[in-house]
């Protein structure tokens, strides 16, 4: 499981600095959540609950922070994918 973090690291310009496709070369839909469920989690570093974010808040979701090849950002699950890729 990946640790819960201060939603306000969650802003503007982490968001914009990336999407699903810049961590798993792909799409992020339900179809193909089992092929890119290791790659998201090897690359996520904390989460947040969607609700609690100052920036682009969302209910029903989780916001997920990236790391890969030195950027940081972060995009949205919705809680049944959260909890299919982490296993909650």
């Given amino acids: 499981m ?3 973090i201060n939603p306000q690291l969650f802003d503007w310009l982490v968001w914009r600095n ?3 496709l810049d961590v798993c070369g792909l799409q992020l839909r339900s179809y193909n959540l089992s092929d890119i469920a290791p790659i998201i989690r090897k ?3 904390g989460y ?3 609700e609690s974010l100052m920036c682009r808040p969302k ?3 989780k916001a997920v922070m990236f790391e890969k090849d030195w950027e940081y950002y972060w995009f949205h699950l919705t809680n049944e994918e959260f909890d299919f890729i982490f296993g909650t």
């Fill in 59 to 61: 209910t029903n979701h």
């Fill in 2 to 4: 990946i640790p819960k």
């Fill in 48 to 50: 947040c609950d969607g």
């Fill in 18 to 20: 990336g999407s699903p």
């Fill in 43 to 45: 690359y996520s570093i």
